[in-house]
């Protein structure tokens, strides 16, 4: 054997010790686990072969609740763009649970995007019809964006679902006040100083509109 032929031996074993000792070693990348979507709707396999997409790995909820942090300290600071990141990357682990929809619209609220709030505050009420808050937070969006027979009426519900909730009232009353319903808004802006005495927002229109 020459030489040159030995080189080339060594060289061959080598390369096939490297291959085998990577290929048994499960350090390379895995379908479904490896990769990471970075919005809520990415999927492997893009457009042209959605036939090659591929589930999910079963999320974390330690990853669900640390994100669910971060985006309650971004909101405490004002900060709603880094808020909604981390919102977005939790609906990415699990796009129907109801904490992270329900915070992901106070932030579309934030940020005056009404349009994508009120989608957010109807899927939370088709999974839950009964869910006071999303039909408290529906009609608030939907009174900004000018449909108000329907915001009224998800004020209305939401009093009847819990009407021992004085923030129901005083936005029930705020919508009727900014319709030019003065009486029925001071109605309403009592019953929640009734309900909540420390309520001040709703005793200063109680005195406005006393005058």
């Known amino acids: 054997m020459t030489l040159f032929q030995l080189i080339l031996l060594i060289a061959a074993g080598v390369i096939f010790y490297l291959f085998f000792r990577q290929l048994f070693s499960g350090d390379y990348p895995r379908r479904g686990v490896d990769y990471e979507a970075k919005v809520p709707d990415e999927r492997l396999g893009g457009v042209n072969r959605p036939d090659k997409t591929f589930a999910r790995e079963t999320p974390s909820k330690d990853r669900l609740e640390e994100l669910l942090e971060i985006a309650d300290e971004s909101l405490e600071k004002g900060d709603n763009l880094e808020a909604k990141k981390a919102l977005q990357s939790a609906l990415i682990l699990d796009e129907k649970n109801p904490e992270v929809l329900r915070r992901l619209g106070v932030v579309y609220m934030n940020m005056n995007d009404y349009s994508d709030a009120r989608e957010i ?91």
């Not at 923030?167 to 009353?173: K, L």
């Not at 009486?183 to 406005?208: F, Q, S, V």
């Open 121 to 211: 505050y109807e899927t939370l009420l088709a999974q839950d019809p009964t869910d006071d808050l999303a039909h408290g937070s529906l009609a608030n969006a939907l009174h900004k964006l000018g449909e108000e027979e329907k915001a009224l009426e998800h004020h209305r519900e939401a009093i009847r679902l819990d009407p021992a909730y004085a923030p129901h009232h005083y936005n029930y009353a705020n919508t009727l006040y900014e319709l030019g319903r003065r009486e029925e808004a001071l109605a309403e802006y009592r019953k929640a100083l009734e309900l909540d005495p420390e309520l001040e927002p709703a005793k200063k229109m109680i005195e406005e509109l006393s005058r």
